[in-house]
């Protein structure tokens, strides 16, 4: 991860870095052969890391738990960043909402007093603009607006069914079926005398629908990774098995990335330690548990050994520990290799002022088939509180995954993780560009620019999904503990039931302490 730049080091809690619990999170300055053994090391800051190290540090003191992480910052996946000309307005290069019904996030955040509120998605002035036809959600919903696909009219409303009949074509008995019924027959369930996890979703979807609806309900949606990323057994699981998204979203107050920094401050202060800046670069096996080997941004090379290791990465992670032998084990390599890293990137544009409000939109996102694919707006929302000032000024973000990611990529650079920008840049102009075609024109130009690309290493994408010839509920559970004679585990979002969702990755990793550490069952649940 490329370095924080100045104006955004406060929103890495600079000061409880350097005061309380310097000694934990600064890279560790005791080398090579110095280090005590551990019980428990854990790597990876992200949210399943930080959880691990929090509740371990809490329920098992007697333990000597350490968190590692590669970056100088902690968060993972979870960024929220803020322009140094409104530091208040703070918006999220990575994960940014969760929902009430999640409630391993949702009951954490209570536990913590992390303040929440909520997060606008889709409000009636967004707009939608598909081959050139631009409608507010308004329009959509009311079954007025009506996209030049070639698809009945009845197909273009809130009522239309034919996702429905698609998976009616796959599976004739879906509408009597609950959840229940699913489970018992997903496994080994066949269209075509082919297991569903040997479909990919796009081919399964067009045996029962036309390639304009599939292309009309992918477009419509803003993303592209359920039909390029999923296998049918995922659309199946989905459509039987799945929140509902139709509640309100909420994120917390100051950004997503304070829950594990606020989980790593906690596990800190209860004893255990953490680690910026230090990259496992090997584990193997020894008598005793395993031996592990960090390198720093220095080139400085420290060793350890510790009885238990909890791996909380994403698949890429994994494959960049250069030198871990059982990860080339055919089982646990299999595992691994069980899911697929989606591409997915942010560009963030910074104005003087929110020009949407112009145009009737205070807050929310408006989708459109153009590379940018989903515009969200931030500086005015009515949910905003005291302490999250926008000085006047407005970002605006644009979100995209899959093929969409190569536009951006090109135009920032295609190495580039996290970046600061101009706002005369090429990326910039063209997010512009793309907002006045689908919000409505205004004079004012981007003041500046951040881009976020999930996709490069170590993190290979911004969400996962199990490929193809893999059952997410069997690969999930077996990757956990992919050694059966070792104490070593896997947890996070990648191998997760809720992939895409930090609910997943926290859900996976309660599981590995309540089942392998014997940890209780928490209040919250």
């Not at 995209?400 to 102009?429: I, M």
């Amino acid at each position: 991860m490329p370095k924080l730049t100045a104006p955004l080091r406060s929103l890495s809690r600079r000061a409880f870095l350097g005061a309380a619990s310097a000694l934990s999170f600064a890279p560790v300055l005791v080398r090579a052969g110095t280090w005590n053994d551990l019980d428990v090391a854990i790597i990876g800051g992200g949210a399943a890391g930080t959880y691990a190290a929090w509740r371990l540090a809490a329920e098992r003191p007697q333990l000597r738990t350490r968190l590692f992480e590669a970056s100088e910052r902690i968060g993972g996946r979870l960024h929220s960043v803020a322009f140094p000309q409104a530091p208040h307005l703070i918006v999220e290069g990575g994960g940014m909402r969760f929902l009430d019904a999640h409630r391993h996030v949702s009951g954490v955040a209570r536990t913590l007093d992390l303040a929440m509120r909520e997060f606008p998605v889709d409000r009636d002035a967004n707009r939608v603009m598909l081959r050139g036809a631009n409608f507010s959600e308004a329009e959509v919903r009311a079954g007025t607006a009506h996209f030049p696909y070639r698809v009945p009219d009845k197909d273009q409303t809130p009522d239309a069914d034919f996702i429905d009949r698609a998976v009616a074509h796959v599976l004739p008995d879906a509408r009597r079926m609950s959840a229940s019924d699913w489970r018992k027959i997903r496994a080994n369930y066949r269209f075509k005398k082919k297991l569903l996890r040997d479909w990919t979703n796009r081919a399964l979807l067009l045996e029962g629908m036309s390639e304009e609806e599939l292309a009309l309900a992918e477009n419509a949606s803003g993303y592209d990774d359920w039909i390029e990323g999923e296998t049918g057994l995922d659309e199946l699981d989905y459509y039987f098995i799945h929140d509902d998204e139709s509640q309100p979203f909420r994120t917390l107050v100051g950004g997503y990335q304070g829950l594990p920094l606020a989980l790593a401050e906690r596990a800190a202060n209860t004893g255990a330690g953490v680690s910026t800046t230090e990259r496992l670069v090997s584990l193997r096996a020894a008598a005793s548990g395993f031996e592990l080997a960090f390198r720093d941004r220095l080139d400085r090379v420290s060793t350890l050994t510790a009885s238990r290791v909890v791996l909380a990465l994403p698949r890429r992670a994994l494959e960049c520990i250069a030198d871990f032998p059982a990860a080339r084990e055919p089982r646990f390599a299999r595992l691994i290799a069980s899911v697929t890293p989606i591409p997915a990137c942010k560009s963030l544009l910074l104005y003087q002022r929110p020009w949407w409000r112009d145009h009737g939109i205070v807050e929310g996102r408006s989708i459109t088939d153009l590379p940018a694919r989903q515009f969200y707006c931030f500086g005015a929302e009515p949910e905003r509180t005291a302490s999250e000032a926008s000085d006047g000024y407005g970002v605006l973000m644009s979100y995209c995954d899959e093929k969409s990611v190569q536009t951006w990529a090109a135009l920032a650079g295609p190495d580039a993780g996290f970046v600061t920008l101009d706002g005369n840049s090429a990326l910039a102009r063209e997010v512009h560009r793309e907002a006045l075609l689908v919000i409505g024109t205004t004079d004012l130009k981007a003041l500046a620019a951040y881009f976020q690309n999930w996709s490069v290493d170590p993190y290979g994408g911004g969400w996962h999904y199990y490929g193809l010839g893999h059952d997410g509920e069997a690969d999930a559970e077996a990757i956990l503990k992919p050694i059966p004679d070792r104490e070593l585990y896997v947890c996070g979002e990648a191998y997760s039931h809720a992939q895409g969702w930090v609910e997943g990755a926290l859900e996976r990793t309660e599981t590995v302490l309540q089942r392998h550490f014997g940890l209780a069952r928490p209040t919250w649940l």
